[in-house]
């Protein structure tokens, strides 16, 4: 029996049909395909120094490991340490390097699991001032407007306001984005004292790091962690773990740790961070709450 044009016309009951029977031929054939290949892997960076500055020192790093795993990476980070908290608390990054506090909050609310970190150094805050001030002793900064990164900038911020408040020196805190606009804001002379770390003051323009000194250094801690999202395949961070701890062993991967002020990579686990845990630091928890 023929069929009448009218069934194959739009908005027939024929046309209904080829389309429901396409859209199912896609399903299964892309639930068959499963993932892609070689999907791209974001490693988001904490943005102690700026974007660009990050994109300069890191992406040699990123091929160095991209050469050894295979893997595709793709550098991200953010305007700003709050943003790119408030990202990490979203899941956006599927690898992080983050500062050990981020590590605590956000492998408790988003399941991020540390697998690496710098080898052979602690994290320490430092209080800069000009190599011209008259500053001696911390006590000299009372009443005074000293500059930090972020309010939740482990090391530059958390630990140094810490210290200021055990020894009741009472200052009011600025917050200028990064590292670099910390030591950029104190060597200008518009603040007579900012934090920092001793990894990022070291990484400094030589003209920069001269204008400046470190007045003051707090203790050490476990340093800034390298850790993964819960999505990420176990085998895919094995081969990241493996990489990362190897790029000391030959000379394009040595070359790039050097330029983001690296010794090497050593192996980590979520019990390293029990030292930060300790302090009892609450700054970040609506956040993470999110």
């Known amino acids: 029996m023929a069929t009448h044009p009218a069934f194959f016309k739009r908005g027939g009951p024929w046309a209904w049909l080829i389309a429901l029977a396409a859209s199912l031929l896609w399903t299964l054939s892309t639930l068959a395909a499963g993932p892609p290949a070689n999907p791209v892997y974001t490693f988001g960076i904490v943005p102690q120094q700026s974007a660009t500055e990050l994109a300069?020192?890191?992406?040699?790093?990123?091929?160095?490991?991209?050469?050894?795993?295979?893997?595709?990476?793709?550098?991200?980070?953010?305007?700003?340490?709050?943003?790119?908290?408030?990202?990490?608390?979203a899941g956006e990054y599927d690898f992080a390097y983050?500062?050990?506090?981020?590590?605590?909050?956000?492998?408790?609310?988003?399941?991020?699991?540390?697998?690496?970190?710098?080898?052979?150094?602690?994290?320490?805050?430092?209080?800069?001032?000009?190599?011209?001030?008259?500053?001696?002793?911390?006590?000299?900064?009372?009443?005074?407007t000293l500059v930090f990164p972020a309010p939740a900038a482990f090391a530059a911020t958390v630990l140094v306001r810490a210290a200021l408040t055990r020894q009741g020196i009472a200052i009011t805190p600025k917050y200028v984005a990064?590292?670099?606009?910390?030591?950029?804001?104190?060597?200008?002379?518009?603040y007579p004292a900012g934090g920092g770390v001793t990894r990022t003051f070291e990484n400094l323009d030589p003209a920069l790091r001269d204008r400046l000194r470190i007045l003051w250094t707090t203790q050490g801690y476990t340093p800034h962690a390298i850790a993964a999202h819960p999505r990420v395949p176990a085998a895919v961070v094995e081969?990241?773990?493996?990489?990362?701890?190897?790029?000391?062993?030959?000379?394009?991967?040595?070359?790039?740790?050097?330029?983001?002020?690296?010794?090497?990579?050593?192996a980590a686990q979520d019990a390293d961070y029990n030292d930060v845990r300790e302090l009892h630091i609450e700054l970040l928890d609506p956040l993470g709450e999110r």
Not at 178 to 190: E, I, K, R, T
Not at 240 to 265: H, Y
């Open 98 to 144: 983050m500062n050990p506090y981020h590590y605590t909050v956000f492998h408790q609310r988003r399941g991020y699991a540390v697998f690496a970190r710098e080898k052979d150094r602690l994290l320490k805050g430092i209080v800069v001032v000009r190599k011209d001030a008259p500053y001696r002793d911390l006590a000299e900064l009372k009443d005074q």
């Open 239 to 266: 081969r990241m773990r493996d990489a990362l701890l190897g790029l000391d062993g030959d000379p394009a991967g040595k070359a790039a740790l050097e330029g983001i002020g690296f010794k090497g990579i050593a």
């Open 178 to 190: 990064s590292h670099d606009s910390v030591y950029l804001n104190v060597a200008q002379g518009l």
């Open 56 to 89: 300069r020192t890191w992406t040699p790093v990123l091929n160095a490991l991209q050469a050894k795993t295979s893997l595709n990476l793709r550098f991200a980070t953010a305007p700003d340490i709050p943003t790119f908290e408030r990202r990490l608390a």
